[in-house]
């Protein structure tokens, strides 16, 4: 039986309580001292684990700590510093760019509006929202990554891989203020707990919402 909108909210709005309690320390994994070595943390982790990230960023920000240095960087020196993240060639020549960008079009400051943000190379929705929430306290969007994706599969909140969509899906259901914070809880429940093809359904706190539980 398909569950009404109100059902999926109230379901929802347990187990993101639930979450909070299990993980109240829950945060970004990205080390960063400013907005904008967030925003290049952030491009370095497409396909690639924050813990690599934060392996190759102490060195890349000793050398070029802002958009003014960054822009002015050599590209063979960024992707030799950058290259255990993969996809280097690409997000090195994007962050190059993305910083030129940040100096000439909006003089040094980074923009506070996903419109703006996702002209930057390098930038999509994912990025900017990962930046707005965790720079700024901004809940502009909702975050999608691969353990959101398939941890809401799971919990049959949405019935997509589509990280758009997904994000539309999550919208209704989550009150403006959680959006940072969810993404924060469901990561970390995703790394701990319900972790890809092998989850510990037995000791998960909210499998008695989940639809998908091994341990009914
Ligand atoms: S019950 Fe199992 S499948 Fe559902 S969220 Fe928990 S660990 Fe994941």
Not at 192 to 207: G, L, T, V
């Given at each position: 039986?398909?569950?009404?909108?109100?059902?999926?909210?109230?379901?929802?709005?347990?187990?993101?309580?639930?979450?909070?309690?299990?993980?109240?320390?829950?945060?970004?994994?990205?080390?960063?001292?400013?907005?904008?070595?967030?925003?290049?943390?952030?491009?370095?982790?497409?396909?690639?684990?924050?813990?690599?990230?934060?392996?190759?960023?102490?060195?890349?920000?000793?050398?070029?700590?802002?958009?003014?240095?960054?822009?002015?960087?050599?590209?063979?020196?960024?992707?030799?510093?950058?290259?255990?993240?993969?996809?280097?060639?690409?997000?090195?020549?994007?962050?190059?760019?993305?910083?030129?960008?940040?100096?000439?079009?909006?003089?040094?400051?980074?923009?506070?509006?996903?419109?703006?943000?996702?002209?930057?190379?390098?930038?999509?929705?994912?990025?900017?929202?990962?930046?707005?929430?965790?720079?700024f306290g901004l809940n502009a969007g909702i975050t999608v990554d691969t353990h959101v994706t398939r941890i809401m599969n799971l919990l049959k909140f949405v019935q997509s891989t589509d990280a758009v969509k997904i994000e539309m899906n999550l919208i209704p259901l989550i009150p403006q203020d959680d959006w940072t914070?969810?993404?924060?809880?469901?990561?970390?429940?995703?790394?701990?707990?319900?972790?890809?093809?092998?989850?510990?359904?037995?000791?998960?706190?909210?499998?008695?919402?989940?639809?998908?539980?091994?341990?009914?």
């Open positions: 039986m398909r569950e009404s909108k109100i059902k999926k909210q109230e379901r929802m709005h347990i187990v993101l309580s639930l979450l909070k309690k299990e993980y109240p320390n829950a945060e970004c994994a990205l080390h960063h001292s400013t907005p904008f070595q967030l925003l290049i943390a952030t491009i370095l982790s497409a396909q690639c684990t924050d813990a690599r990230v934060n392996i190759v960023t102490p060195t890349l920000f000793t050398a070029f700590p802002n958009a003014y240095s960054m822009s002015k960087a050599k590209l063979t020196d960024v992707e030799e510093i950058i290259h255990s993240t993969g996809f280097y060639k690409a997000k090195a020549k994007n962050i190059i760019a993305c910083s030129e960008r940040i100096i000439k079009r909006f003089n040094g400051e980074l923009p506070l509006t996903i419109e703006e943000l996702t002209t930057l190379p390098g930038v999509g929705r994912k990025t900017a929202n990962v930046l707005l929430g965790n720079a914070v969810f993404t924060h809880v469901i990561i970390q429940h995703g790394r701990e707990i319900c972790i890809a093809r092998r989850p510990k359904c037995q000791d998960c706190i909210i499998s008695h919402y989940c639809p998908s539980s091994l341990s009914r």
